[in-house]
């Protein structure tokens, strides 16, 4: 009996190698994205070429493997950069038109302008802390996804308001805007993580990319303007022309007053979640002739609760 059943068992024994690429693509969509990249591609030929059908390539999210963790210097790197980029590339090849979503950190115009060329049904994209991302392959960007709802270029130094003017006009679905900048009022916090001259790199026109927001963005229900160095006219121009805004974050704009807040806020009748610019900063941090003298800085953040 135990000689019958045990070769019985055996006669059932089956070779994983041997599944066709449907049934293997059909348990990789089981698995999480590291069991796929750093398993199941590994296994054997016919499993890398079943990890790489385009059905398994609709989203692409790395921002897992990164909240939750605090930034290290190693993510700035070339090295790191290239990593990232070769496994973009490797999205956009294999997925190509089933892409819907990326999320990936530090990555640069060379994995981007392949997005751009083979993704043209991208919906969500963010490629926050990308320090050599630039217009170049942001307008590229704009012209090949028009589909985009969603956009997270936080951090990006090397994207102006000219990338911005062409995805307003070219995505006119977009919903979502994510353009963060770096603590620069408390860079304390970077120091020895993000490169010196990249954080001295601050972008200063936020008025003007505020203008451009709220001339080809009027869809715009999510703003996330946090460390921006805009202005009160900036603000009232975003309340002006992207008046169904449902969530507005603000933090750490050290331009703006509780008087101009209150004026743009009038014109957002949607608005259900606002994230005031309220900051407290060292006094340590600052110098004197910064603000020209603390009277000013205490004025205008009010250091007695730091409060806007």
């Known amino acids: 009996m135990d000689a019958g059943g045990s070769g019985g068992a055996a006669s059932e024994t ?39 059908d385009p059905a398994l390539f609709e989203a692409f999210d790395l921002e897992v493997f990164f909240v939750g963790f605090p930034d290290v210097a190693a993510w700035w790197t070339p090295a790191f950069q290239r990593r990232v980029d070769s496994m973009v590339r490797l999205v956009a090849s294999c997925g190509g038109p089933v892409v819907r979503l990326l999320r990936v950190r530090h990555c ?7 997005v751009a060329d083979r993704c043209p049904n991208l919906k969500i994209l963010s490629v926050k802390n990308s320090q050599n991302v630039t217009d170049s392959s942001m307008i590229k960007i704009a012209l090949g996804c028009h589909m985009l709802t969603e956009l997270d270029i936080s951090n990006c130094y090397e994207i102006s308001y000219k990338s911005l003017e062409l995805i307003g006009q070219n995505c006119p679905n977009l919903m979502v805007l994510k353009r963060n900048l770096l603590n620069w009022l408390d860079p304390s916090q970077h120091t020895g993580i993000v490169p010196d001259e990249y954080l001295n790199a601050c972008p200063q026109d936020g008025d003007r990319e505020a203008l451009v927001i709220a001339k080809f963005m009027p869809k715009l229900k999510h703003l996330e303007l946090r460390f921006s160095k805009l202005f009160i006219n900036g603000l009232v121009s975003i309340s002006e022309g992207c008046k169904v805004i449902e969530t507005l974050d603000l933090f750490g704009c050290a331009n703006l007053t509780s008087r101009g807040l209150d004026q743009a806020s009038t014109n957002l009748k949607n608005l259900t979640a606002l994230v005031r610019p309220n900051f407290y900063i060292p006094r340590s941090v600052f110098h004197t002739e910064r603000y020209g003298h603390w009277r000013l800085y205490d004025e205008r953040f009010q250091t007695n609760v730091f409060q806007i």
């Open 108 to 114: 640069s115009d060379y994995a981007l302008e392949l």
């Open 14 to 52: 089956r070779d994983w190698s041997e599944m066709t690429p449907v049934l293997l693509v059909n348990v990789f969509r089981r698995l999480s994205l590291e069991d796929r990249w750093r398993g199941a591609m590994l296994v054997c030929k016919p499993w890398l070429e079943a990890a790489r």
